[in-house]
């Protein structure tokens, strides 16, 4: 009964597999799929069983036919025989196992039904037949299947469970495509990233604990192999993570959580065909190779532009066939037992690798290919858009209400229509601020309606090549004398005079009024009488629609007014004179501003007292007065560096660069150095001021504290470069890092913040967006692609040095092009010498 109990907790355990897959496959699909793979996890764990218990198991250990197929057993019976009992359901949970695998490949773009019918197809037919062919006999302790015969080994499955289910994985994408966006035209692959990375964590640590009872069980008695095996198990599964991890971080510069997810799973997956007759140090080794192989795999498909939504194809076909050749190359052959020599036993593991290959990869493809043929099998675009939750659910969602509302407004233009909000959620979050936006353009078109309708001119629209009058507002009536609706269909020559001149012009035609866009015409009223006329006309395109709006101008007592401003000229003469000295005042005063501006920048003293940085700053405003602001603040052991940008430039925007340099020291002075905090008060002040002003001007800023190597990032600005020594450019968004200062009351909910670990030689570089969108005499802007280049041609040299050579090559770029936004650039070196 010992043996059986252990049977049983091992299956339990195996069954842990199916939560953990459905999590590691929910996180790392988008949230409006997460229904959907959830939902497919549960259906196909009932049909496997339920097909494993009617024949699945029969084809699988019944009496062999030539070693190919199992003829008895079918709609089993356990109830007098409970090993039988014990055995079945352990082998239902590896048939459930093998079929989810197929899950995560296909996820966010397979029909529900057409995921049923895969599901059956695999748990039906391609594993039991295969399993026959590999495992009959293991409870009666004889090999009867064509390849056990051969000296086929694979202990737990990483071939007959793992390699199949890839191999599957890998037929039905190239039937079903790629999801929507991933592989753009002529453009780098698009990566979709997952919805919820921690949920992916814990169901790799359950697919951990499932492995235990997988490879534990796979025994099928509690004997003294088992402490090994479970040893072996979790030793390949860390090495996997381990190895992954070192090759994600070498190329990507970084440890990706995927990457150590998927690489514990490769070596996991590694290790099952040989756990049994290995060493410990081979089995870190099997694993480490695994990881490996699935994180280049991984790589390959993105090559190949096959879209494997959770990596299962890397982890579970390229994992299974290293794991499988791992027998004969790591594999005791006094436990294997098999009578071969190392080189046949490869060469009969092979035959098993190409056999699985050949049977899973081929049936499934030739019975989907037909099957998409006459029933497709992939999601409409548009269903695929807006997620398989609501497509093949009709679960509804807060992002579905958005969508709707947003595709009613489309329809009907009525921008009363709102979006609910469900509190305390991000969707909630995010239809409030739709909601808050289309309450400001229904209030902004109501009040261009209102300007309209108010308007002291005749504002009329119409067609572009037939110039029939679309619409009219109560001033034309009032102008030209007809009611709204003779105005409506009418040609708009009708109420235009092209022969009569007007002051030096004339004839004045549609074509030359339409290229000057205002110009002085003769109108027509109903009554036939001719009044002088100043015409704007505008191109306006609304979508795929093109028409004109004119302005019309009765400018009859202007012109009765010429003779008054003429004699009036000479006291503007006088006034002009007046307002010269004004102006010079004004400019004195602007003066003060910018010298006042310059001289609360970081001095080139204070910058060389900090003993951890090379630092160097160059700000030139477009104006007299810039809206630009830097500053380098020194406290304790550690060193506060601000960028911002404020809306515009000239005086104001000065005055506002310098409230938000006051209120950062204030804030440093009173050892306020929590991110969060430290954004909040500023953009609280900030905002108040800005309403007292009765100005429209916010500004992005970033705050960087720097510590011993270590930059703490948060606030929204432009990209963050760093540099790293040998000129490897990495660029930093910090979009998700806060929210503009002064534009809204309350925006504590948006700062977050990011570390960045500095080496000596490493460079960060911050700029405003004067220099990106610098242009030169053509209208071609600077570009952040430049800027990087000449930074990583520089990387070896100071920072005064980069800074300049950044700065030559933006003049050089521009040339005598005027510039029309400030620009500032700040470059930050960590010397080569760091004392801890």
């Known amino acids: 009964m010992i043996d059986i109990l252990w049977l049983l907790v091992c299956s339990g355990l195996v069954f842990l597999m199916q939560p953990g897959f459905m999590c590691l496959e929910s996180g790392l699909t988008r949230s409006k799929n997460s229904i959907n793979v959830a939902i497919k996890n549960l259906a196909d764990l009932g049909i496997s069983i339920a097909l494993f218990w009617a024949f699945g198991y029969a084809f699988m250990f019944g009496t062999s036919v030539l070693g190919w197929i199992g003829s008895s057993d079918f709609f089993v019976h356990v109830e007098a025989t409970p090993r039988l009992a014990a055995f079945f359901l352990f082998q239902a949970m590896f048939c459930s196992t093998a079929t989810t695998i197929v899950s995560g490949a296909v996820a966010e773009r397979m029909k529900f039904p057409a995921y049923l019918i895969l599901a059956s197809l695999v748990s039906g037919l391609i594993y039991p037949l295969f399993g026959h062919w590999a495992w009959n006999g293991i409870d009666l302790d004889t090999s009867l299947g064509w390849l056990e015969q051969l000296g086929f080994v694979d202990f737990a499955g990483s071939t007959v469970v793992h390699s199949l289910g890839g191999w599957v994985s890998l037929a039905s994408l190239m039937i079903i495509g790629s999801r929507t966006g991933r592989f753009p035209d002529h453009q780098p692959p698009r990566k979709i990233h997952g919805s919820n990375l921690p949920l992916s964590v814990l169901g790799a640590m359950l697919l951990w604990i499932g492995w235990l009872g997988f490879n534990g069980g796979s025994t099928l008695t509690l004997n003294e192999q088992v402490p090994s095996i479970i040893v072996h198990t979790v030793l390949a599964g860390i090495a996997g993570m381990m190895a992954a991890g070192m090759v994600s971080w070498y190329q990507c510069q970084l440890p990706e959580v995927e990457s150590l997810i998927n690489g514990s799973l490769a070596g996991l997956v590694s290790i099952t065909a040989c756990c049994h007759v290995v060493t410990s140090p081979a089995s870190v080794i099997i694993g480490a190779v695994g990881g490996i192989i699935a994180t280049l795999m991984s790589r390959g498909l993105e090559r190949w532009r096959i879209d494997d939504a959770v990596d299962a194809i890397p982890v579970h076909l390229g994992g299974g066939i290293w794991g499988t050749l791992a027998v004969a190359l790591f594999g005791q052959p006094e436990l294997l037992d098999t009578g071969l020599s190392p080189v046949i036993q490869l060469g009969v593991q092979v035959i098993g690798i190409l056999s699985c290959g050949i049977w899973a990869f081929s049936i499934t493809y030739l019975l989907l290919f037909i099957t998409n043929r006459f029933f497709p099998m992939r999601v409409s675009i548009e269903a695929e858009q807006i997620g398989l939750n609501v497509s093949e659910h009709r679960a509804k969602t807060e992002i579905c209400d958005l969508f709707q509302v947003m595709e009613a407004q489309a329809q009907t233009q009525d921008l009363s229509l709102r979006v609910p909000v469900e509190p305390f959620t991000q969707f909630g979050q995010i239809a409030q601020r739709y909601n808050q936006v289309m309450n400001a353009l229904e209030e902004a078109l109501t009040r261009t309606d209102a300007i309209v309708k108010t308007a002291m001119d005749a504002i009329i629209t119409f067609t572009k090549h037939q110039v029939k009058i679309v619409t009219a507002n109560p001033s034309a009536k009032e102008i030209f004398g007809y009611s709204i609706n003779e105005f409506t269909g009418m040609n708009i020559h009708q109420l235009l005079d092209w022969s009569t001149p007007v002051a030096d012009d004339t004839d004045i035609g549609m074509e030359r009024l339409l290229k000057v866009g205002r110009h002085e015409i003769v109108g027509c009223r109903v009554d036939g009488s001719r009044f002088p006329l100043e015409a704007t006309v505008v191109e306006t395109k609304s979508g795929q629609d093109c028409f004109y709006t004119g302005t019309f101008r009765d400018i009859s007592e202007r012109k009765q007014a010429q003779a008054d401003l003429f004699r009036a000229n000479q006291e503007i003469t006088k006034l002009n004179q007046r307002l010269k000295a004004e102006n010079l005042r004004l400019s004195a005063e602007l003066d003060v501003t910018r010298r006042l501006q310059q001289m609360l920048l970081p001095k080139e003293a204070e910058l060389n007292q900090i003993a951890d940085l090379e630092i160097s700053g160059f700000m030139e405003p477009a104006t007299e007065v810039g809206g630009d602001y830097y500053d380098?603040?020194?406290?304790?052991?550690?060193?506060?560096?601000?960028?911002?940008?404020?809306?515009?430039?000239?005086?104001?925007?000065?005055?506002?660069?310098?409230?938000?340099?006051?209120?950062?020291?204030?804030?440093?002075?009173?050892?306020?150095?929590?991110?969060?905090?430290?954004?909040?008060?500023?953009?609280?002040?900030?905002?108040?001021n800005v309403q007292r002003m009765n100005s429209d001007k916010n500004l992005t800023l970033a705050l960087l504290d720097y510590q011993k190597g270590i930059l703490n990032l948060s606030g929204q600005h432009e990209e963050i470069i760093v540099v790293r020594t040998g000129g490897h450019i990495e660029r930093i968004d910090t979009i998700d890092l806060g929210f503009p200062i002064g534009l809204d009351a309350d925006i504590a909910d948006f700062v977050a913040h990011l570390q960045v670990q500095l080496n000596p030689g490493d460079t960060v570089v911050l700029y405003t967006d004067g220099i990106p969108e610098a242009e030169n005499a053509q209208g071609i802007q600077y570009g952040i692609e430049r800027l990087c280049q000449i930074l990583s041609q520089n990387w070896q040299q100071s920072a005064a040095e980069i800074r300049q050579a950044v700065i030559d090559n933006l003049r050089q770029h521009i040339q005598e092009q005027q510039l029309y936004d400030d620009i500032t650039l700040l470059v930050i070196k960590q010397r080569k010498i760091f004392e801890v």
């Open 632 to 688: 380098i603040l020194p406290y304790r052991d550690r060193v506060q560096i601000s960028i911002g940008d404020v809306t515009g430039h000239g005086l104001e925007s000065g005055v506002l660069t310098l409230m938000v340099q006051t209120a950062v020291r204030t804030l440093l002075e009173s050892n306020q150095t929590d991110p969060k905090q430290f954004l909040d008060i500023l953009n609280r002040t900030i905002y108040q």
